[in-house]
């Protein structure tokens, strides 16, 4: 019986999301080849519809069982925030591929590109104009996702709702520099092993960031809602981790590939 329980572990309920999110993911990625070939949107656009439903749906459900329905005990969010830190770790080697990629390359340039680093013929960013612009958004971001944390812990509400808006903002901020730096760049994906590890490494970072944005832009929500208090707060408290590891990926991004390897 899932209703009468003497233990503190939580036996997950029978749930549609799983079958539904993978249905999504399978028509995205069949979309998405059907875009490459024959420049049709109408299955991708289904797929996302799926996912997002999906996510929406699934989402609730979770913000119910830990909010409302008590499922959410001291052991198992133990349980999840050992699965959040992993999960972080096993994101932080995902970048590590890039990284050893990118230093692969530049450290002992073939010939094929010139032997010099970067690339003849590429063009690379000034990393004192957006970049820099990005790396102070991206430090102040994770400012403000602190002080609303420290607010939660106090019960300012007010302050809470604030600081999480200002990183919500600053985030999106974040992805619209990105996209113009993308539309305004001098090479592509395509122009030799500097423009693959720069796009793959900063592409997969921004999209990080979206990711971060929409977990923290839930936060907002569900403070709104009043679902946090100051003992019970885990789905916030995975939110600022996994920005704060957002952060601290860009500053190695604009160290090594932005500054270092211009």
Known sequence: MTSNHNHPYHLV???PWPLTGAIGVMTLVTGMVKWFHNFNLNLIILGYI?????????????????TFQGKHTILVTKGLRWGMILFIVSEIFFFISFFWAFFHSSLSPNIEIGSM????SILPFNPFQ??????????????????????????????TLQSLLITVLLGIYFTILQAYEYIEAPFSIADSV?????????????LHVIIGTIFLLTCFIRH????????HHFGFE??????????VVWLFLYISIYWWGN
Do not use: K
């Not at 500097?194 to 921004?206: I, Q």
């Open 13 to 15: 309920d029978y749930s």
């Open 50 to 66: 799926i996912i997002l439903l999906t996510m929406y749906q699934w989402w609730r459900d979770i913000c119910r069982e830990g």
């Open 117 to 120: 680093w970067p690339p003849m």
């Open 130 to 159: 957006i970049p820099l612009l990005n790396t102070i958004i991206l430090i102040t971001s994770g400012i403000t996702v602190t002080w609303a944390h420290h607010a939660l812990m106090e019960n300012n509400f007010t302050q």
């Open 194 to 206: 500097y423009g693959s590890t720069f796009f793959m490494a900063t592409g997969f970072h921004g």
């Open 224 to 231: 709104l809602n009043n679902h946090f208090s100051n003992t």
């Open 238 to 247: 995975a939110a600022a981790w996994y920005w704060h590891f957002v952060d």
